[in-house]
């Protein structure tokens, strides 16, 4: 057997006297693919950041760790950069950490070329951009591109040089499916054909499945699994059994709805409806609108519509923990619709207490500050926030994507649970294709601001009628989020 | 265009602050014709009320107060900023000599205070909790709190008591600059060392610099590249602002040393309710504050490409 690229052995670590790592054991050997799993703090950060020689916060207390056959821990600081530098390619889960947001990313570009020794000319770079769906960097700096450009601008930039090792922190976190199942095969390929390795850190259980050969898990700052990958796991329905489609029974009815942005339009030509208790969900890929829809809908962003029918809505916004105003304890947080309507404090603060535990959250946590919740906690009075007022209509912006696969499945069991017993009704924002299939009544495809087709959930998973939903559909089957077409 | 309107901008602000000024002055208790008299003629009660009649009569102090405003305001915009009171003599002549007095002091202690507070700042950031930092903060403190009057006074009693080295009051030569200079520097040096170390911490756990070191990025270049930058600019706005704090603000340091600069020049102006020098020192210091606050915008603007496009809005 070939001898492994990285090779992590019984490794311990401590963050001051708390440890995060428990004996763990890593190998990847050239030509592999590994997914590591688990839980938010199960320790694969740190595990990950270990065993690249990034000593803070967490140090080593026990363990020995190897990149190439050389023992780090034996290298000089300047050795160990170079050699790092070289072998490994890294992407953090949010493209932000990964750029300074003063450089331009042109030379950024430069830089890196520089270091691992690949070709530093403009159109070697317009190629490596063009592979990942990205037109030239040019002039820009990081805050001129979206984080979903961004994450793939770090993909195409790790690629640089062929490094032994190509490491991925939540790689699809900010994109979309079909560029998510793009760019993840070509990791995949490249990997088998030049002989290097890939390490993919995810909550993504499907994306695991899907493209690694081995899925290592880890809880508790231990590794407590290690096994071959098993692609097409099945997933939970979460569906309700019948939504009739009567005009009356509509919570939301729009049609030619329209939002300009400067000069252009972002939305154009909008018709919707969600009936009662009915489950929307809006797919389509970065920019195509869909963020814009939800804040027009929830009127924090003007629009003009021909016909437009809005019941009493909430809005759940994509980043729960900066949802929340850092000061305000659960309670207060989750009171504020009904103070703003000027509800008398402790009625608000009772009613606030009993939607908190309705969206799963024990009364222990009513006191609590924001940063003292993990983010799926953070999610929860999200949710209860939004339920709070008893709206008919709760518009969602993916609530799932900023949390780890437990916490999600909880979080989609709720959102179940909830239309059931209300009859709510949910318009939900989403690039989780297992989630959308297991939630969606009705599904609607949004590209370049327009609705390009709209579907019950079983006709547009079975048979996509656009390119576009076809391309998503299909990223779905092969990332093993979606069963294979029948 | 858009020079046009905030040059108007700035024309408006300078009327509000001085109609402010002159209405707060009328407001207050006493007869200005007399405080004036007695400035002029050499202290209080030597006036006698023919004196102080014909004082009011020649400052038109029995006018109404929006007519003798609208006279100084005249004036004012086509650059003609009246005579002292008092002396008589030109207002702008008058600013321009406490300005030449105050700016190198202010200078002096703005380098001085700020060559000190950034290798503090900074070593006491790249360790945390170790001697350096807890010594920087120590001093930092220490330099705080010592009330500026008190830090003047007790370096007088030394170099200039004690000593003899150097001139315990008065202006024009470098070794008058240096005491009032360093009691400032030691301001300067309190305040910022302390901002320093807090944005170069905050510089330090910027999670790129992670991304930047598996790039193979020495620390060498993360500390005065990637940590420095934004280091810079958060603290340009607040510099060119104390830089001006520091020009106006030196009053109790000049009050002290007796340097006939611009904070003991206003001190005397407002002693003696003289009108015109206060009015001309309120709309100098709009026309500075102005000035640092488009110096600031220009020196954010060029070191966070961010903000390039932010502030244009």
């Known amino acids: 057997m070939s001898d492994p690229i990285l090779k992590v052995q019984s490794l311990s670590a401590q963050i001051g006297d708390t440890p995060v790592l428990q004996e763990a054991d890593l190998i990847i050997r050239p030509g592999e693919c590994v997914a590591l799993v688990g839980p938010s703090g199960a320790g694969k950060t740190s595990l990950l950041r270990m065993a690249l020689g990034l000593d803070r916060p967490a140090r080593r207390v026990a363990g020995r760790r190897f990149l190439l056959g050389q023992d780090i821990d034996g290298l000089r600081p300047r050795a160990l950069r170079m050699l790092r530098a070289g072998a490994v390619g890294f992407t953090p889960q949010n493209p932000a950490a990964g750029l300074d947001p003063l450089d331009r990313l042109s030379l950024v570009w430069l830089h890196t070329a520089q270091a691992r020794g690949g070709d530093t000319g403009p159109a070697a770079r317009a190629a490596a951009l063009a592979a990942v769906g990205l037109p030239d960097c040019g002039d820009a700096f990081p805050h001129q591109w979206s984080r979903g450009m961004l994450q793939r601008f770090l993909i195409a930039l790790t690629r640089l040089g062929d490094p032994a090792l190509t490491v991925l922190d939540e790689p699809t976190s900010a994109l979309d499916p079909v560029i998510a199942a793009q760019v993840m095969q ?20 499907a994306l695991a499945e899907g493209i690694a050969t081995r899925v290592v898990r880890m809880e ?3 590794v407590i699994g290690d096994r071959v990958a098993r692609p097409g796991v099945a997933r939970r329905a979460l569906r309700c059994a019948s939504c009739p489609d009567e005009p009356e029974d509509r919570v939301l009815d729009v049609s030619g709805l329209a939002v300009r942005r400067g000069a252009s339009m972002a939305l154009s ?16 890929e970065s920019g195509a609108g869909k963020t814009t829809l939800l804040r027009a809908l929830a ?8 016909q437009s029918r809005i019941a009493p809505c909430a809005l759940v916004l994509q980043d729960p923990m900066a949802a929340i105003c850092p000061a305000h304890d659960v309670v207060t947080a989750v009171s504020e619709p009904l103070l703003a309507q000027g509800m008398p404090r402790r009625k608000a603060f009772d009613q606030a207490a009993e939607a908190t535990a309705e969206a799963g959250l024990p009364a222990t946590l009513l006191s609590r500050l924001p940063h003292q919740l993990s983010l799926g906690q953070a999610q929860r009075v999200c949710i209860a926030r939004a339920l709070v007022a008893r709206p008919r209509l709760v518009l969602l912006d993916e ?18 649970r909830l239309r059931a017993r209300h009859r709510l009704a949910l318009l939900i924002v989403t690039h989780d294709l297992g989630f959308a299939r297991a939630i969606a009544d009705r599904v609607a495809v949004l590209r370049a601001g327009r609705v390009v087709e709209q579907a019950s959930a079983d006709d547009f998973f079975a048979a996509p009628a656009s390119d576009y939903g076809r391309a998503l559909v299909n990223a779905g089957r092969r990332l093993g989020a979606l069963e294979a077409a029948a | 265009m858009k020079g046009a309107v905030v040059l108007s901008g700035l024309l408006v602000t300078i009327l509000l602050a001085t109609l402010l000024t002159m209405a707060v002055l009328d407001l207050a208790d006493g007869d200005r014709a007399r405080s004036v008299a007695a400035a002029r003629f050499g202290g209080e009660g030597t006036a006698d009320d023919a004196m102080i009649a014909v004082v009011r009569a020649e400052l038109g102090l029995d006018r109404p107060f929006l007519a003798r405003y609208a006279d100084w305001a005249g004036a004012a915009v086509t650059g003609d900023l009246g005579q002292s009171f008092v002396t008589k003599e030109p207002v702008a002549q008058i600013l321009t000599r406490a300005f030449a007095v105050t700016a190198p002091m202010a200078l002096a202690a703005f380098v001085l205070g700020m060559a000190l507070a950034i290798p503090l700042g900074v070593l006491a950031a790249v360790r945390p909790g170790g001697v350096i930092d807890r010594g920087t903060v120590a001093l930092a403190s220490l330099g705080a709190a010592a009330p500026p009057f008190w830090l003047g006074l007790a370096l007088i009693g030394l170099f200039a008591v004690q000593w003899q080295i150097l001139p315990a009051y008065g202006a024009g030569t470098v070794a008058h600059l240096v005491l009032p200079a360093v009691t400032l520097a030691v301001w300067v040096m309190a305040s910022h060392t302390r901002l320093i170390r807090s944005f170069m911490r905050e510089a330090l756990a910027a999670p790129h610099l992670d991304a930047l ?15 420095a930058r934004p280091v810079a600019g958060a603290m340009a706005p607040l510099l060119t602002l104390d830089l001006v704090g520091l020009l106006e603000g030196a009053v109790v340091i000049e009050v002290v040393f007796a340097r006939p600069g611009l904070g003991l020049t206003f001190v005397e102006a407002l002693r003696a309710r003289d009108m015109a020098v206060i009015l001309g020192f309120v709309a100098f210091s709009v026309l500075l504050y102005a000035a640092a606050n488009a110096a600031a915008d220009v020196m954010s603007r060029r070191l966070d490409p961010r903000l390039r496009e932010a502030l244009h809005v």
């Open chain 1, 220 to 222: 508790g700052g231990r």
């Open chain 1, 269 to 284: 030509d909008i018709a919707l409806h969600v009936n009662e208790g009915e489950a929307l969900v809006v797919l389509g």
């Open chain 1, 399 to 416: 609530p799932l994507s900023a949390l780890d696969p437990d916490a999600g499945a909880g979080i989609a069991a709720l959102l179940g």
């Open chain 1, 299 to 306: 009127g924090m962003v003007p629009f003009t519509a021909a």
């Open chain 1, 186 to 205: 070509q990791e995949a390929a490249r990997a088998a054909a030049l002989g290097t390795a890939l390490l993919i850190v995810t909550h993504n259980a």
């Open chain 2, 213 to 227: 070191r598996l790039r193979g990025v020495s620390e060498f270049r993360i500390l005065t590249r990637h940590v």
